[in-house]
């Protein structure tokens, strides 16, 4: 088994200040890291749940993929990190079973990990992102 535990659950949001406002209020959440990434086009903010995070994510500028998701579908759900030991390893056992990257190899992702996603063709319409620690 390559997945080692759910890293994050990243729900894209407008409005990062009211989302992490409402996860305060409605369950006394505390932001544990807050990141810019430029090379996504986001800003994202992560709340920890035992070992694992909800990614509350804003787009920070308008050609980033999160901005175009956000205009296409709407707020919500937006893509699920899983955890690997080797991320190289994991992007190459999802490639052999006929997964779609979007990341040909891996590459920094946000708290110094390293990550590849993975196109939600042919993973059974979810956007899947591998983070390796
Ligand atoms: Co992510």
Known sequence: MLLTEIDHVAIAVRDLEAAIDYYRR???????????????GVEEALLKVAESYVQLLTPTRDDSPVAKSIEK??????HI???????AEALASMIAAGATPID???RPGSRGTTVAFVHPKG???????????
């Open 26 to 40: 409605a369950f006394g959440a505390e932001v544990a890291h807050r990141e810019v990434v430029d090379h996504d």
């Open 81 to 87: 990190g899983y955890r690997v030991r080797d991320c």
């Open 73 to 78: 579908r709407g707020e919500g759900l937006h």
């Open 104 to 106: 040909k190899a891996p």
């Open 123 to 133: 993973s059974f319409g979810t956007l899947i992102e591998l983070v390796q620690e």
